[in-house]
Structures are given as C-alpha cells and as structure tokens.
Nanobody, 116 residues
Framework: QVHLEESGGGLVQTGGSLRLSCAASGSDFSFNTMAWHRQPPAAERDFVAYITSGGSTYYADFAKGRFTISRDDVEKMVYLEMTNLKPEDTAVYYC??????????WGQGTQVTVSS
C-alpha cells in the first residue's frame, strides 16, 4: 500500500512558477515509477511527466522546457517544478506511483490556478 500526499499548489500569475511536492509512504518507493498528471476544469485527466526508478524522465509536449520532475528516494519525495505558467496550466495536479507489480496509487491532488 502506498499513500501519496501532494502539496505546493496555489494561485500564481501568468509567467510565475510553482513547485509541487508529493510525499510518499510505504515500502519500495525507490523501485516505483512516479508521475504527475493533471485534470483541468471539466476535462479529462492528462499525463504531465514521469520519472523512473533510475531517474529517466519523460514529459508531455506542453511540459517540455517548462516543467521538471525530480525525486528524492531518501525522503520519499517527488517534485514538479513548473515555470512560465500559463492560464491553461490551471488544473488539479495529481501524483501517481506505480510499483513493480503494476499497481498504481494516486494522491488526492493539489489545485494550481494561473491567473491571466
């Protein structure tokens, strides 16, 4: 069982930055692929970025060059650094963990609102 808790969301102006954090509990964190997804208002949940246990990263096209995912296996934390934020980045951002057994866990989400 993995418990995930996101934090760091808030209200920011266009062009601003935010750093989201995801605190994980449970064993085997270092083996898990961690990801961020987001769900804009009245829209589907979309993939943002993931980072593997080996540190390889992959980003959605809209995130490339603006967002950076990182992890700290000692602290069991995952981060999403977001820069040059745009109103279309407004969404609830979710942390996701997927273990070697293929089972995924989600956090409750943190709201990011970018004002124009």
């Amino acid at each position: 069982q993995v418990h995930l808790e996101e934090s760091g969301g808030g209200l920011v102006q266009t062009g601003g930055s935010l750093r989201l954090s995801c605190a994980a509990s449970g064993s085997d964190f270092s083996f898990n692929t961690m990801a961020w997804h987001r769900q804009p208002p009245a829209a589907e949940r979309d993939f943002v970025a993931y980072i593997t246990s080996g540190g390889s990263t992959y980003y959605a096209d809209f995130a490339k060059g603006r967002f950076t995912i990182s992890r700290d296996d000692v602290e069991k934390m995952v981060y999403l650094e977001m820069t040059n934020l745009k109103p279309e980045d407004t969404a609830v951002y979710y942390c996701k963990s997927r273990g070697l057994d293929g089972v995924s866990y989600w956090g409750q989400g943190t709201q990011v609102t970018v004002s124009s």
